[in-house]
């Protein structure tokens, strides 16, 4: 689908859809660190998915910036196993298996992976490459999952972006990161959250796109020599891809597939083996989540990459009105 054709479909969009967050501080992103749980994501799109419509956009809803991954600490977590990196998880050195005496020497991964992540002082360009590899996992899977689907008029692809204040130096290099890798496997159209007026603002956001226009460039090649060659042909760099502004939505947001036809009567939050104090902080962070996903009508904008700026036609409603039963040891313990 053209990107006119796609920006025409965003004037009638009526829903954002996004899968929910897991328990684990990722909240989601570390199902693309093995091939078993990005199966269990494909899946969870692929639900998503089905129940959408073709004025709707399914989200990757995974938050692979720079930032993100540098708060959770996803660069150095050695106890997170993952298949997509060049070392298999803490055998990048020689050394001996605590657990079952086994001598190791640098064993890979042999998946075609070139990152050397988790490990200590990993730089801020390695974080940029393997976030962005992040980015590209997750638009990939989704859209492998839209095929799968087998809609008639399937609902369009949607690249959650998320912008931050930590590494704020680099905040919009970081910004830039996602855009480019989420547009490797494209997108219908990317989902900029975090967006301001006081932080990452429109005109920044519009500055990002228009040095990453569509275009022809004589690019270089490195042999093994350490001798770039330039090629013989221009090639075309640059995306064109439509950005769909979100506002005061965020990862519980998006919003859970608002008017599907499949909507649940009510979620069921299990709290069993929490005490009772952190229980009472888990209930008081669930009304807040709760509260800040209230019914209601937005009128959301788009950016094209030409930098203008518009409203769409229709206001748009976000939110859910769904009820909360806090299960604890197989029991009801509370009513939200």
């Known amino acids: 689908m053209s990107s006119s054709a796609i920006r025409s479909l965003l004037s009638k969009t009526t829903r954002i859809s996004t899968i929910l967050p897991t328990t684990d501080a990722l909240l989601g992103t ?4 093995l091939e078993s749980t990005r199966e269990t994501l494909r899946q969870s799109y692929q639900t998503q998915l089905t129940k959408a419509d073709s004025n709707s956009i399914v989200t990757t809803s995974l938050n692979t910036a720079v930032q993100f991954c540098h708060t959770h600490n996803l660069y150095q977590d050695m106890s997170r196993q ?3 990196t060049y070392y298999k998880v803490g055998r990048g050195k020689k050394g001996v298996d605590e657990q079952t005496g086994e001598e190791y020497s640098f064993e890979t991964q042999e998946l075609g992976y070139r990152q050397h992540i988790p490990r200590q002082m990993v730089s801020f360009g390695e974080r940029l490459k393997f976030s962005g590899l992040l980015m590209e996992l997750s638009v990939g899977i989704l859209k492998e ?7 008639e008029t399937g609902p369009m692809v949607g690249a959650s972006v998320f912008t931050g204040d930590g590494l704020s130096s680099f905040g919009l290099e ?5 855009l480019i890798s989420g547009a490797k496997n494209k997108p219908d159209v990317f989902c900029v959250n975090g967006v301001t007026d006081s932080g990452t603002t429109i005109d920044q956001l519009k500055e990002i796109l228009t040095k990453n226009e569509p275009r022809m460039v004589r690019l270089s090649t490195l042999d093994t020599t350490g001798t770039y060659f330039e090629n013989e042909e221009d090639t075309e760099i640059g995306f064109d891809i439509p950005v769909v ?5 965020g990862m519980f947001g998006e919003s859970i597939d608002l008017g599907a036809k499949n909507h649940p009567d009510v979620f069921c939050v299990n709290v069993a083996g929490v005490d009772a104090g952190s229980t009472s902080t888990t209930i008081g962070q669930l009304k807040e989540i709760l509260q800040k996903n209230e ?11 030409t930098g203008t700026y518009f409203e769409n036609e229709e206001d748009t409603e976000i939110g859910f009105d769904i009820p909360v039963v806090i299960v604890r040891e197989g029991q009801i313990d509370e009513i939200l």
């Open 82 to 84: 993952n298949d997509i």
């Open 145 to 151: 999952a839209r095929d799968a689907a087998e809609t």
């Open 174 to 178: 970081c910004l830039e990161n996602q």
């Open 295 to 305: 019914p209601r009508m937005v009128r959301l904008s788009t950016l094209d990459t």
């Open 245 to 249: 502004i979100v506002r005061e939505v």
């Open 30 to 33: 570390e199902l693309l660190l």
